[in-house]
């Protein structure tokens, strides 16, 4: 069946960089990948999201610049390298699927069929 398992959080400094990992498996057809998160208390947001026929990309506005989505088809693995962690980045980080297609749907979550468990990132000093 298919699966998305989340690795790579823990803690950090503010100013450090964390990459956290997402890989699917039993998928039978071309998917786009999202990375959201979600703070206690806060609304689910989107991060970032990567196309798999394309490489198109989305980033949010609060993460612009920092966080950078890649993928690894061979390995089916999507990466979100996150640089320049501030403390109000401190979330679960979920990956979740959608169907392939020219552009991923970014944060509109419910788009999304398949989620992983998720991941903590906490940015702390």
């Known amino acids: 069946q298919v699966q998305l398992v989340e690795s790579g959080g823990g803690l950090v400094q503010p100013g450090g960089s964390l990459r956290l990992s997402c890989t699917a498996s039993?998928?039978?057809?071309?998917?786009?990948i999202g990375w959201f998160r979600q703070a206690p208390g806060k609304e689910r947001e989107g991060v970032s999201c990567i196309s798999s026929s394309t490489g198109y990309t989305y980033y949010s506005d609060s993460v612009k610049g920092r966080f950078t989505i890649s993928r690894d088809n061979a390995k089916n693995t999507v990466y979100l390298q996150m640089n320049s962690l501030k403390p109000e980045d401190t979330a679960v980080y979920y990956c979740?699927?959608?169907?392939?297609?020219?552009?991923?749907?970014?944060?509109?979550?419910?788009?999304?069929?398949?989620w992983g468990q998720g991941t903590q990132v906490t940015v702390s000093s």
């Open positions: 039993g998928f039978t057809v071309d998917y786009d």
């Open positions: 979740a699927a959608e169907r392939g297609g020219p552009s991923c749907s970014g944060s509109y979550f419910w788009a999304y069929e398949y």
